[in-house]
């Protein structure tokens, strides 16, 4: 027995302690005091050898020495894997956006079954994307209308230009000449206004009073001026005021849109027919209609009627200088004044335009 273990026995404490035995190896020795009634009375010394312990510890040493890199190797393997699998699709995505951005706007990004977050992304990049080629296309078809409306007027003033030119003419002959191209030229210079007045009202510029405008003279006065031409088709234009209404707006943008209106009735109602414009409130609302017994139009074409440049194919019989601009004007000035434009048509016997202005609330 050690003398620190006795000392320690001595003042009834445990010791333990470990020795190297040559043959057994590390030995763990405990001492332990026997007290009774307060005294000592003998101690008990037990020992075992540690070698078992040794080699089981060993071998976890040895365990843990290789598993841990191998744990470690196969976790940063299967992360690198899993991640790669994941983001593939964000890829594939990448990669349509980019040609996307090279102008091929027909690309659609695949989706996957399922309701992932992945997929619900394609599927609102996709509708984005669409809303884009729609625009685009829309666009396109606009720039293109528009270089064809400018063109036939253009190719007609070139034509009569150089067939005057050919040889000596009459004065008689070259006033003819010169009064058709100024029909032309006016003709070019009302589509530019007519473009111009639009693409200001697209970027919000366009310029609009708020004034109260009393809305039955203002129809009176403007209707007035177009007896003359309803009478050269024999045309009835009667104007109908139920009751005066006041809104607030700008008295010539909506003497503009009457005027488009009823020329359009006059324009594409045959001789002999009538145009009726009403004048009433509804609720909170003016309601104006403008009916006439007029060519119509056809369920189809309803809905483009407002489009820019639209004409239907009667229309440009009938009326081959048209712009098709009339009524994208009108629809802008009733929609600038908060107010709504309604079609109804039956081909054959007549159309009827109804609009509604929220009134003046004094
Ligand atoms: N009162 C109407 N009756 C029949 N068709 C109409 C009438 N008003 C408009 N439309 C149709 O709507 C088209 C667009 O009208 P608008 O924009 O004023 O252009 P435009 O009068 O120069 O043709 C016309 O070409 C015609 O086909
Ligand atoms: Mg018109």
Known sequence: MTEGALNNALQGKFTYETFIDPDRGKIRWVTYPVIQNGRLVNILQVGGSLRNLEKVLQRLRLI???????????AVAGGWLLTLRALQPVDAMAQVARRITAGDLSRRIPVHAGQDELSRLAETFNAMIAQLEESIQRLRQFSADASHELR?????????TELALRQARTMEEYQETLASSLEEIDRISRIVEELFLL???DLGE????????ALAPLFKETL???????KEKAISLRFDCREETTITGDSDRLRELLLNLVENAIRYTPPEGRIIVTLSREGSHARVTVSDTGIGIPKEDLSKIF?????SDSAREIHPKGSGLGLSICRWIVHAHGGTIQVDSTPGLGTLFTLRFPLRND
Request: glycine share 2%; proline share 7%; no cysteine.
């Open 152 to 160: 036939t007027p253009l190719t007609i003033l070139k034509g009569e």
């Open 206 to 213: 366009a310029r609009l009073e708020r004034k109260p405008v």
């Open 224 to 230: 007035t001026q177009m007896e003359l031409l309803a």
């Open 64 to 74: 843990l020495l290789f598993l841990f890199p191998a744990t470690l190797l196969l």
């Open 199 to 201: 693409s200001k009202a």
């Open 307 to 311: 489009d820019r440049f639209y004409r």
